[in-house]
């Protein structure tokens, strides 16, 4: 029985979706932690100033004094708590993308299709009897690897779908040949499979 594993490369992109998403984690916790405090002390020590005309030259002095920048705070201390907010808001979306992306790159870890002449099934516990074998839609093969084989018999109407982009390529294209072959050995004085988008018994 030929046995197709999981292509690591496809699934990859998961991963690196997670390890951007603990990247942007320790990015907003250093932000929320560290940038975002020395912004609002310095926002509400200019804000703290009475609003008369001196107020420029005294906030220079204390600027000075305390080793920051003496241009005015460009926000509101308002604002950079509503910065906070966000960047809470930022961890908790990042989170719940990192743990949905890394169970997909785990689960796909295990993933197969395998067949032969009589059956194929996959790692999902799907499986379909090529006797019953009805038609292969190749519409999709070109551009994205897909092919489906749809079946009917005593299960009722299934199908069975091969992706040569999840799974190793080689293999898949081996077993879509063998439902090839079994579907124009099934039909009674078929055409050439070649042309079609579609092949029906």
């Keep these: 029985m030929l046995r197709a594993d999981v292509q690591a490369s496809f699934f990859r992109s998961y991963l690196w979706i997670a390890v951007a998403c603990v990247l942007g984690i320790a990015w907003c916790v250093f932000d929320t932690q560290v940038t975002y405090p020395g912004r609002q002390v310095i926002a509400e020590a ?16 204390i600027a000075e004094e305390n080793g920051w920048s003496t241009n005015t705070p460009s926000k509101s201390s308002a604002e950079i708590k509503g910065q906070v907010i966000n960047q809470y808001i930022m961890i908790v ?6 743990v949905v992306m890394l169970l997909k790159w785990f689960s796909s870890r295990r993933l197969w299709i395998e067949g032969d002449e009589t059956q194929f099934k996959n790692s999902r516990g799907k499986s379909v009897f090529l006797e019953e074998l009805q038609s292969i839609d190749i519409s999709q093969w070109e551009e994205k690897g897909i092919a489906v084989l749809r079946c009917s018999g005593d299960r009722g109407r299934r199908k069975f779908v091969l992706d040569n982009f999840k799974f190793d390529q080689q293999v898949t294209d081996q077993l879509l040949e063998i439902a090839r072959e079994k579907l124009h050995v099934l039909q009674s004085g078929g055409e050439s499979l ?3 988008n579609e092949v029906a018994g």
Excluded at 93 to 98: D, L, M, R, T, Y
């Design 46 to 61: 200019y804000e703290s100033l009475p609003d008369t005309v001196e107020r420029g030259v005294n906030w220079i002095q």
């Design 93 to 98: 979306i990042c989170v719940v993308v990192g």
């Design 194 to 196: 070649e042309p079609h």
